[in-house]
């Protein structure tokens, strides 16, 4: 049986909230609070990010990458946390189709995450204790209102691109929708204007995995010296199969047992695909904040791009100057390609330059985060063809 | 002797058949149909070949939708805008007078209500520019008439059962299509075998026979 690792300390996770490790800090006092959605002001607040590259001296070759819902500002390079690679290796660096070698790459951590951005896990300065449950209820809108915060603050009036996939695409699109001008070009991939009725559910499943954790302790485990890895854990294993999918599972697994000839009779992990999800679900938990996990979750389920526009999606892009790239995959169910194809609809009813490819594979949502050839040639022919519209030089 | 030099004639027009950088005939005389600088829709687009053209020698601002996979992702990676689409359903979520011109190279016969089609091509576009082949052209006329089977040309090598092609039209068929859809007709030309068009005065019974392909320029009434 896969035991949970114990229980590490507390402080190290909490402190990671408030003093990320490798990553360059943008701190916004109580003159500059946040606005958010919920109709609260965070403040102060600080917003940990990570740069690759180097700004040109017109300020416009800067690329917003922003990360999906588990992922964080450690995009490529070794993870100060889990000592593993970054997320978007194949995507990210010098000679890659978002070339660090031309473009001045920023990854900020979202607002309500764990990695260094303010969130549940950070101290409350008015209690000197982890925020907690305290935390104000973030959206997309308001991660999106923090980076240009950031943005304001390192003096880029313009982003050449910004890019992202699943909650990462959410926010290019809440980027081009509301800080149109201030968008070049937009690459919205395995996303959605609004988050399904399906996936909604899903991450309910999660949420209510997190909370029957009795170590959750109505969200006060930091406090308590608790950690609801368990619950936390099955919430990420049930996420998990969603970002796969039933082919590439069976073609990775299919009913390969573990370490045995045959079926144990018990409910120990006899199959291969079961191993490997208690691996997820635990490698997940040390690295992730139980309360931020239904932060961003619901930052997701909130996500309604129309419904700020009298239902009608098109309104977010009336008049769109912004050029956008959307891509979709096959075997993606969380994000099917129908989500994508409407994100098309809208931008062509609002006569924006648009650019959809569909991707044949078998693996699933998790397709953007992989070395998939026909998607990287496309992003990479899709930022030359608007770094020759921008006018940047192809190489510094 | 007469016969010798009609060769001659046509070998250099085979010569001819490809113009400036190489690009197909057809699609320079679409692209000089074109206003420099327009808003263009090319429905069908294929792997980006009149796009590229169109963005290169009349600066336009041209967007494609393409039905196959493949043809979407080459123009993607190659900085097009271009969309995997469906000319059949997915022109109806354009709205009006988007676009300066609608083109529809070749790819009128593929599709499932041509009729609907060039009626939003107007609709979305103040003008639409529509090529196909022709299939009132003789060798056409001859192997349906006395050899008695579905032709097959180097224009249109399928065989029946695989055709992509199912509504095939003449010249003359296709100007019934424009006047039931209230399209006046601002420019057609009549192309020869070898890419040529043919002699501008010519009557359209004339056209109808030795055109193999036709285009035409549209605009609504």
């Known amino acids: 049986m896969v035991e949970l690792s114990a229980a590490r300390d507390v402080p190290a996770r909490h402190s990671e909230a408030d003093s990320p490790r490798d990553s360059l800090i943008a701190r916004f006092g109580a003159d500059r609070p946040l606005k958010l959605d919920a109709g609260v002001s965070l403040s102060p607040f600080q917003i940990a990010y990570r740069t690759y590259g180097a700004l040109n001296s017109e300020r416009s070759n800067a690329v917003l990458v922003c990360h999906a819902l588990t992922g964080d500002h450690h995009v ?90 699943s909650m990462g695409g959410m926010q290019v699109l809440q980027w081009a929708a509301s800080y149109p001008r201030r968008v070049f070009a937009a690459l919205p991939l395995a996303s959605s204007t609004r988050h399904s009725a399906q996936n909604i559910a899903f991450h309910e499943v999660g949420r209510q995995a997190v909370m029957a954790d009795p170590e959750w302790r109505q969200g006060r485990y930091l406090v308590e010296g608790a950690n609801p890895k368990r619950g936390l854990a099955v919430a990420r294993m049930g996420a998990h199969i969603t970002y796969l999918s039933d082919a590439a599972l069976h073609r990775k697994f299919g009913r390969k047992f573990q370490d045995r000839e045959n079926v144990t009779f018990s409910f120990d992990a006899d199959f291969e695909v079961e191993s490997y999800l208690r691996h997820q679900g635990i490698t997940f938990v040390d690295r992730f904040d139980a309360n931020s996990y239904l932060y961003l979750t619901r930052a997701m389920d909130y996500f309604d791009l129309a419904a700020d526009y009298d239902g009608v999606v098109a309104g977010a892009f009336k008049g769109a100057e912004t050029r956008f790239c959307v891509v979709s995959f096959t075997s993606d169910w969380l994000f099917p390609t129908s989500d994508s194809r409407a994100i098309v609809h809208a931008l062509n009813a609002g006569g924006a330059r648009v650019s959809f490819a569909e991707i044949v594979t078998d693996k699933g949502h998790d397709a953007f985060l992989l070395d998939e050839p026909e998607l990287l040639a496309i992003v990479r022919g899709f930022l030359d063809g608007a770094a020759r519209a921008r006018g940047l030089s192809a190489r510094r | 002797m007469k016969m010798l030099s009609r060769v001659k004639r046509d070998l250099t027009m085979t010569e001819s058949a490809r113009g400036s950088g190489g690009s197909r005939v057809d699609l320079v005389l679409i692209a000089e149909m074109v206003a420099p600088g327009a808003r263009v829709l090319d429905v069908g687009c294929g792997d980006g070949e009149l796009l590229r053209l169109l963005s290169e020698t009349r600066g336009v601002d041209g967007r494609g939708i393409e039905l196959s996979r493949e043809g979407v992702n080459e123009c993607v990676a190659k900085g097009l805008a271009v969309i995997q689409g469906d000319a059949d359903t997915d022109l109806a979520d354009y709205p009006d007078d988007a676009f300066d011109y609608v083109i529809l190279s070749q790819t009128l016969q593929a599709t499932r209500h041509p009729r609907v089609v060039l009626e939003h091509m107007l609709r979305i576009g103040r003008h639409a520019i529509v090529s196909f082949p022709n299939f009132g052209h003789w060798k056409i006329r001859l192997q349906v008439g006395l050899g008695g089977h579905m032709p097959t040309t180097d224009n249109l090598p399928y065989a029946w059962w695989d055709t992509p092609n199912i509504h095939f039209c003449s010249i003359k068929d296709f100007r019934l299509l424009c006047q039931a859809s209230d399209a006046r007709m601002e420019k057609a030309v009549a192309l020869n075998a070898w890419g040529t068009p043919l002699r501008f005065n010519a009557p359209w019974w004339f056209w109808n026979l030795f055109g193999e392909q036709a285009v035409f320029l549209l605009s609504r009434l």
């Open chain 1, 76 to 165: 490529v390079g070794t993870h100060p946390v889990t000592g593993k690679s970054g997320w978007w290796e194949t995507m990210v660096g010098p000679g890659k189709p978002i070339d660090t070698e031309r473009y001045f790459v920023i990854c900020p951590n979202v607002v309500g995450a764990c990695m260094g951005t303010t969130g549940p896990a950070s101290t409350n300065p008015k209690t000197g204790k982890p925020w907690g449950l305290d935390f104000p209820v973030i959206t997309i809108r308001d991660m999106v209102r923090a980076q240009a915060m950031l943005l304001d603050e390192l003096k880029i009036e313009t982003l050449f691109a910004v890019a992202g996939g």
